[in-house]
């Protein structure tokens, strides 16, 4: 038992460092595509030494998503396994272009920055999306270690974007090629993933909270475009965007990897919402009438740290509801994430065509203004996509006759598994369990060992913080009451 146990803490940690490092660095160079003065001044396509980071990129990156999860949607199979090999290379071409560039090897224009902005948009694209489906197929036997793969990557992510705001020309380059190298290196150490059937169809409750997932990481990414505009000409703002942002990255990771380190499972999305919410709403309000610096520092680092953790708090949310289907996982993640990022620039367009007309300060309070009535209007617009949804299963349980008790009660029991990170054999076995089903019935049921299924019924009260199955029953029935 104590082998066992220690070579599970040893794959544990192999597992974190692998997939935190590996998904960190792309990470690491997504980061800088939408918080480089740049972008926010220009929408050009200069950074630093004068090469591509601007907002073609960004909006290359936001298209493949979307055109990943469309893809996935329609065709309903998954990319060849090498596609995640020819996206890091898609990177490397990009950056290596970028090289030749400031060298002068090569000459600029149109085509240059056309066939840079694409390979490195996809490329990131495509390789984030692949290390998330990396990282969630490694996390499957431990529900904890998935949030903090994710807070880890965070903060890998946000040490190597400050790096390369801090390098300049080809040691920036340089840097981005190595890291590139060194993710590829890493998935070569990743297991392949299963195609696995889904294990269930998502529920109703599950797409209500895939809606409410995205609206609230659209919702930050709105308000994160604008407040970087207000920062980035605020003339109380002695600290350039880069720094601010990259500072808040790196908190937000710490404080979400204490807190998984803290608790056995993920902070519920209208939690973590309830939480931010009066933060952000109080530094928006300030932030206009704020004058002196460190004070308008802090605010802005408040604002940014919310954004980023919201968008660690999606991933691993919409992960956990795909329950190990791979297609899902595309679909949703990148509808979640192309939505964010066009969000992100369309808050960044609106805070520029504002600060355009009439007087700093007026443009100011203005966004900070919309920028709250967008903050306040989404719980509402939330609750009411709840309540539409529990009028639907009323009007199907009224239709149905003698369905609707099973129905509940299956449904009951997955809320519960997802709130309490089982994997998706955990869930089927906690399913079973609820039904009176014996061990040896459950062994049979799923094709494992006896004791196979007793170590799954030990991670299931583990999880759950149960003593035995009757307390194990009572949570259940008491979560099924609650809902």
């Known amino acids: 038992m104590d082998i066992a146990s220690r070579t599970n803490g040893e794959g544990n940690r192999r597992a974190l ?60 199979k998954p990319l060849p396994r090498a596609s995640l090999v020819v ?29 840079t902005g694409l390979s490195i948009g996809f490329g990131l694209a495509v390789a984030e999306l692949g290390w998330m489906e990396k990282i969630v197929t490694m996390g499957k036997a431990d529900g904890t270690l998935l949030p903090r793969m994710v807070s880890l990557a965070y903060l890998v992510g946000g040490t190597a974007a400050a790096f390369i705001f801090l390098a300049t020309g ?5 840097f981005a090629l190595l890291t590139v190298l060194i993710s ?6 990743t297991p392949n993933v299963a195609d696995e059937p889904p294990s269930h169809a998502p529920s109703r409750s599950d797409n209500v909270n895939l809606v409410k997932a995205i609206s609230y990481l659209a919702v930050f990414s709105f308000v994160f475009g604008a407040v970087s505009q207000m920062v980035e000409t605020s003339s109380h703002s002695i600290t350039v965007i880069e720094i601010q942002a990259t500072a808040s990255i790196i908190g937000a990771a710490l404080i979400f990897l204490a807190a998984s ?25 300030a932030l206009p009438f704020i004058t002196t610096p460190w004070v308008h520092g802090i605010a802005s680092v408040l604002i940014f740290a919310a954004f980023y953790l919201s968008g660690m708090n999606v991933r691993i949310i919409v992960s956990q509801l795909c329950r190990g289907d791979r297609i899902s996982l595309w679909v949703y993640l990148g509808c979640a994430l192309g939505v964010g990022s066009l969000l992100v620039i369309a808050g960044v367009a609106f805070g520029a065509a504002v600060l355009s007309q009439g007087s700093p300060e007026t443009a100011l309070a203005l966004i900070a203004l919309i920028s709250l009535f967008i903050l306040a209007l989404n719980p509402i617009l939330a609750h009411r996509i709840e309540q539409r949804a529990s009028v639907g299963a009323d009007t ?11 129905q509940a009660a299956e449904n009951a029991v997955e809320g519960f598994a997802r709130e309490h990170s089982l994997t998706a054999r955990e869930s089927e076995v906690l399913l079973l369990l609820c039904q009176g089903r014996t061990r040896t019935y459950i062994a049979d049921e799923l094709g494992l060992s006896p004791n196979t299924v007793k170590g799954y019924i030990r991670n ?22 609650r809902r």
């Open 261 to 285: 380190l803290g608790r056995k499972r993920i902070v519920p999305i209208s939690d973590l919402y309830g939480l931010l919410f009066p933060v952000v709403a109080g530094a928006l309000i």
């Open 184 to 189: 590829g290196a890493l998935l070569t150490r």
């Open 460 to 481: 299931v009260y583990q999880k759950s913080g149960s003593v035995d199955k009757q307390d194990l029953l009572d949570r259940v029935e008491l979560f099924r009451e």
């Open 87 to 115: 996206a890091l290379g898609a990177v490397l071409l990009g950056n290596g272009l970028m090289l030749l560039r400031y060298l002068s090897i090569i000459e600029g224009g149109w085509s240059y920055a056309i066939v």
């Open 396 to 406: 199907g349980d009224s239709a149905t006759a003698a369905v609707p008790t099973t």
């Open 170 to 174: 080809p040691v920036e380059l340089t």
């Open 17 to 76: 460092l692998i997939g935190g490092v590996g998904y960190g660095i792309i990470c690491g160079l997504t980061f800088p595509l939408m918080i480089s003065n740049t972008f926010l001044r220009e929408m050009s396509l200069s950074h630093g030494a004068g090469d591509s980071f601007g907002a073609l990129f960004f909006l290359a990156y936001a298209a493949a998503m979307l055109a990943l999860a469309l893809w996935h949607l329609v065709g309903r």
